[in-house]
């Protein structure tokens, strides 16, 4: 993952002084950067490496999220075609931009999560549905409970998507995550404060203990300083 940033940095156009904000670009440069970071960003999204389809796609959605070009991609894929490892990820962009198939991805992810999925697709899964702030019912909040005695990042997945029904609870097991001096939980526990509006108290303190803590990995301080 490092090794494509740094590639898709240096082919924007981007220098690394510009990163660490020892260096401002122009004006001009700004927006020639946008423009190289757009193509970049759209090549990618067309190529064949699945996962960094998806990320490219979604980058590409948070710089605009009606882009038609993510749309036009994701909405031709043929239904074999999602039906890989990276099946769950496929299926987050396609609920996210294709409005007739929005329904058919988000049940299939619910299939995958809830309906006897074990491994890296139950886990991804999970992180989809939370990520597309799904909200779940009585019976998957109930395995949601069951699988936070994993102790990794699908405990995160899953308290994750528990806040999206019981934000104090929610909030309370991933503000512990945070805390755990594991980054297999700190980070998708920031990544999961980050899309809950009016965060509490608690968790705006936890978030800033993160960013604060000089023993702290930068990634996790990436995220944490993201949810803030």
Same mark, same amino acid.
């Given at each position: 993952?490092?090794?494509?940033?740094?590639?898709? /940095?240096?082919?924007?156009?981007? *220098?690394? /002084?510009?990163?660490?904000?020892?260096?401002?670009?122009? %004006?001009?440069?700004?927006?020639?950067?946008?423009?190289?970071?757009?193509? $970049?960003?759209?090549?990618?999204?067309?190529?064949?490496? &699945?996962?960094?389809?998806?990320?490219?796609?979604?980058?590409?959605?948070?710089?605009?999220?009606?882009?038609?070009?993510?749309?036009?991609?994701?909405?031709? /894929?043929?239904?074999?075609? $999602?039906?890989?490892?990276?099946?769950?990820?496929?299926?987050?962009?396609?609920?996210?931009?294709? *409005?007739?198939?929005?329904?058919?991805?988000?049940?299939?992810?619910?299939?995958?999560?809830?309906?006897?999925?074990?491994?890296? =697709?139950?886990?991804?899964?999970?992180?989809?549905?939370?990520? +597309?702030?799904?909200? *779940?019912?009585?019976?998957? +909040?109930?395995?949601?409970?069951?699988?936070?005695?994993?102790? #990794?990042?699908?405990?995160?997945?899953?308290?994750?998507?528990?806040?999206?029904?019981?934000?104090?609870?929610?909030?309370?097991? /991933?503000?512990? =995550?945070?805390? #755990?001096?594991? &980054?297999?939980?700190?980070?998708? %526990?920031?990544?999961?404060?980050?899309?809950?509006? &009016? =965060?509490?108290?608690?968790?705006?303190?936890?978030?800033?203990?993160?960013?604060?803590?000089? &023993?702290?990995?930068?990634?996790?301080?990436?995220?944490?300083?993201?949810?803030?």
């Amino acid at each position: 993952m490092k090794k494509m940033i740094c590639k898709f /940095l240096k082919c924007a156009g981007i *220098p690394a /002084l510009a990163i660490t904000g020892s260096a401002m670009l122009q %004006a001009d440069d700004r927006v020639q950067v946008q423009e190289n970071a757009y193509l $970049i960003l759209n090549s990618i999204m067309n190529g064949s490496n &699945d996962w960094e389809r998806i990320h490219a796609a979604e980058a590409l959605l948070a710089l605009n999220a009606q882009d038609k070009s993510v749309q036009m991609v994701f909405s031709n /894929l043929p239904d074999d075609f $999602i039906s890989g490892k990276a099946a769950a990820g496929l299926l987050r962009v396609i609920a996210r931009t294709c *409005p007739e198939k929005s329904n058919y991805a988000i049940q299939e992810l619910r299939r995958m999560a809830f309906g006897g999925e074990e491994g890296a =697709m139950q886990i991804q899964a999970t992180e989809s549905l939370a990520k +597309l702030r799904y909200v *779940p019912e009585k019976t998957e +909040l109930t395995k949601l409970r069951a699988q936070l005695r994993a102790g #990794s990042m699908f405990s995160a997945y899953s308290a994750w998507l528990i806040a999206y029904v019981d934000r104090k609870e929610g909030e309370r097991l /991933l503000n512990g =995550m945070l805390q #755990s001096g594991k &980054d297999e939980l700190g980070i998708p %526990a920031a990544d999961a404060l980050s899309f809950i509006p &009016d =965060m509490s108290v608690e968790s705006a303190k936890a978030l800033t203990s993160i960013v604060q803590n000089p &023993d702290a990995s930068p990634i996790l301080q990436a995220f944490a300083l993201k949810a803030l």
